[in-house]
Protein backbone atom coordinates (compact mmCIF):
# COMPACT_ATOMS: atom_id res chain seq x y z
CA UNK A 1 0.00 0.00 0.00
CA UNK A 2 1.30 3.84 -0.79
CA UNK A 3 1.96 6.29 1.70
CA UNK A 4 -0.70 8.84 2.55
CA UNK A 5 1.11 11.67 2.42
CA UNK A 6 4.29 11.07 0.23
CA UNK A 7 5.29 9.23 -2.90
CA UNK A 8 7.06 5.72 -1.45
CA UNK A 9 5.63 2.27 -2.02
CA UNK A 10 7.78 0.70 -0.05
CA UNK A 11 7.50 -3.13 1.36
CA UNK A 12 10.71 -3.34 3.24
CA UNK A 13 10.25 -4.68 6.22
CA UNK A 14 11.85 -6.94 9.11
CA UNK A 15 10.26 -10.46 9.31
CA UNK A 16 9.25 -12.20 13.02
CA UNK A 17 11.11 -15.81 13.22
CA UNK A 18 8.93 -18.60 11.82
CA UNK A 19 9.54 -20.52 15.46
CA UNK A 20 6.96 -19.35 18.05
CA UNK A 21 8.96 -20.97 21.42
CA UNK A 22 11.19 -18.74 23.25
CA UNK A 23 14.92 -19.25 22.45
CA UNK A 24 16.91 -21.87 24.68
CA UNK A 25 19.40 -19.20 25.99
CA UNK A 26 16.43 -17.06 27.36
CA UNK A 27 16.41 -17.78 31.52
CA UNK A 28 13.82 -15.20 32.21
CA UNK A 29 10.50 -16.67 32.93
CA UNK A 30 7.16 -15.96 31.67
CA UNK A 31 6.23 -14.31 35.19
CA UNK A 32 9.71 -11.99 35.24
CA UNK A 33 8.62 -10.67 32.23
CA UNK A 34 4.90 -10.11 33.03
CA UNK A 35 5.78 -8.72 36.69
CA UNK A 36 8.81 -6.53 34.66
CA UNK A 37 6.01 -5.26 32.35
CA UNK A 38 3.03 -4.31 34.71
CA UNK A 39 6.34 -2.58 36.69
CA UNK A 40 7.03 -0.57 34.52
CA UNK A 41 3.37 0.53 33.25
CA UNK A 42 3.11 1.41 36.63
CA UNK A 43 5.88 4.39 36.41
CA UNK A 44 3.93 5.83 33.19
CA UNK A 45 6.16 3.81 30.19
CA UNK A 46 5.03 3.48 27.09
CA UNK A 47 4.46 -0.07 25.53
CA UNK A 48 6.44 0.37 22.69
CA UNK A 49 9.05 2.00 25.34
CA UNK A 50 8.92 -1.22 27.83
CA UNK A 51 9.53 -3.51 24.51
CA UNK A 52 12.73 -1.70 24.11
CA UNK A 53 13.95 -2.30 27.48
CA UNK A 54 12.89 -6.27 27.50
CA UNK A 55 14.79 -6.55 24.36
CA UNK A 56 17.86 -4.18 25.17
CA UNK A 57 18.46 -5.18 28.38
CA UNK A 58 16.79 -8.65 29.17
CA UNK A 59 17.22 -10.29 25.43
CA UNK A 60 13.71 -11.00 24.96
CA UNK A 61 12.86 -10.27 21.43
CA UNK A 62 9.06 -10.63 20.99
CA UNK A 63 7.27 -11.17 24.68
CA UNK A 64 4.62 -13.03 22.96
CA UNK A 65 6.98 -15.93 22.31
CA UNK A 66 7.88 -15.73 26.46
CA UNK A 67 4.34 -14.87 27.86
CA UNK A 68 2.08 -16.06 24.75
CA UNK A 69 0.40 -12.49 24.97
CA UNK A 70 1.67 -9.18 23.62
CA UNK A 71 2.00 -6.39 25.62
CA UNK A 72 -0.86 -4.52 24.94
CA UNK A 73 -2.49 -7.33 26.28
CA UNK A 74 -0.56 -8.22 29.27
CA UNK A 75 -1.83 -4.09 30.10
CA UNK A 76 -5.27 -4.84 29.53
CA UNK A 77 -5.76 -7.53 31.78
CA UNK A 78 -3.45 -5.54 34.41
CA UNK A 79 -5.71 -2.51 33.91
CA UNK A 80 -3.10 -0.42 33.01
CA UNK A 81 -3.60 0.03 29.21
CA UNK A 82 -3.33 3.59 28.20
CA UNK A 83 -6.66 5.60 26.99
CA UNK A 84 -4.92 6.67 23.48
CA UNK A 85 -3.63 4.33 21.32
CA UNK A 86 0.05 4.92 21.22
CA UNK A 87 0.23 6.14 17.40
CA UNK A 88 -2.21 8.27 17.51
CA UNK A 89 -1.27 9.68 20.79
CA UNK A 90 2.36 10.59 18.67
CA UNK A 91 0.53 12.10 16.22
CA UNK A 92 -1.94 14.26 18.91
CA UNK A 93 1.65 15.20 20.29
CA UNK A 94 3.51 16.37 17.13
CA UNK A 95 0.16 18.45 15.61
CA UNK A 96 0.53 19.81 19.45
CA UNK A 97 4.64 20.97 19.06
CA UNK A 98 3.61 22.51 15.38
CA UNK A 99 0.70 24.03 16.67
CA UNK A 100 2.51 25.74 19.30
CA UNK A 101 5.33 26.72 16.61
CA UNK A 102 2.83 28.57 14.36
CA UNK A 103 2.13 30.91 17.14
CA UNK A 104 5.47 31.95 17.10
CA UNK A 105 5.66 32.20 13.87
CA UNK A 106 2.87 32.73 12.21
CA UNK A 107 4.14 32.91 8.35
CA UNK A 108 5.49 29.56 8.41
CA UNK A 109 3.37 28.11 5.17
CA UNK A 110 5.15 25.12 5.06
CA UNK A 111 4.77 24.48 8.64
CA UNK A 112 0.76 25.13 8.48
CA UNK A 113 0.76 22.57 5.46
CA UNK A 114 2.39 19.71 7.27
CA UNK A 115 0.20 20.57 10.50
CA UNK A 116 -3.03 19.95 7.67
CA UNK A 117 -1.37 16.69 7.24
CA UNK A 118 -0.76 15.42 10.49
CA UNK A 119 -3.95 16.82 11.93
CA UNK A 120 -5.82 15.25 8.61
CA UNK A 121 -4.07 11.64 9.48
CA UNK A 122 -4.95 11.73 13.60
CA UNK A 123 -8.89 11.95 11.99
CA UNK A 124 -8.39 9.18 9.92
CA UNK A 125 -6.93 6.86 12.45
CA UNK A 126 -9.56 8.59 15.08
CA UNK A 127 -12.34 7.14 12.37
CA UNK A 128 -10.52 3.60 12.43
CA UNK A 129 -10.20 3.34 16.08
CA UNK A 130 -14.21 4.46 17.01
CA UNK A 131 -14.84 1.76 14.18
CA UNK A 132 -12.75 -1.02 15.84
CA UNK A 133 -14.18 0.28 19.21
CA UNK A 134 -10.90 1.24 20.40
CA UNK A 135 -12.32 4.84 21.13
CA UNK A 136 -15.37 5.46 22.38
CA UNK A 137 -17.97 6.66 19.32
CA UNK A 138 -18.36 9.86 20.39
CA UNK A 139 -14.31 10.63 21.08
CA UNK A 140 -13.23 13.72 18.78
CA UNK A 141 -10.01 15.36 18.40
CA UNK A 142 -10.21 18.93 18.64
CA UNK A 143 -6.62 21.34 18.53
CA UNK A 144 -8.16 23.53 21.42
CA UNK A 145 -8.18 20.81 23.67
CA UNK A 146 -5.75 18.58 22.39
CA UNK A 147 -2.72 19.56 24.68
CA UNK A 148 -4.49 18.20 27.72
CA UNK A 149 -4.28 15.01 25.94
CA UNK A 150 -0.93 14.34 25.74
CA UNK A 151 -0.07 16.26 29.28
Known amino acids: MG ?3 STGKGISKSAIPYRRTPPSWLKITTKEVIDYIVRLAKKGVRPSVIGQ ?12 SVTGRKI ?12 LPEDLYHLIKKAVVLRKHMEKYRKDVNGKFHLILIESRIHRLARYYKRTKVLPGNWKYDSATASTLVA
Not at 53 to 64: T, Y
Not at 72 to 79: M, Q, T
Request: no cysteine.
Open 53 to 64: QLRDSHGVGLVK
Open 72 to 83: LRILKHAGLAPE
Open 3 to 5: RMH
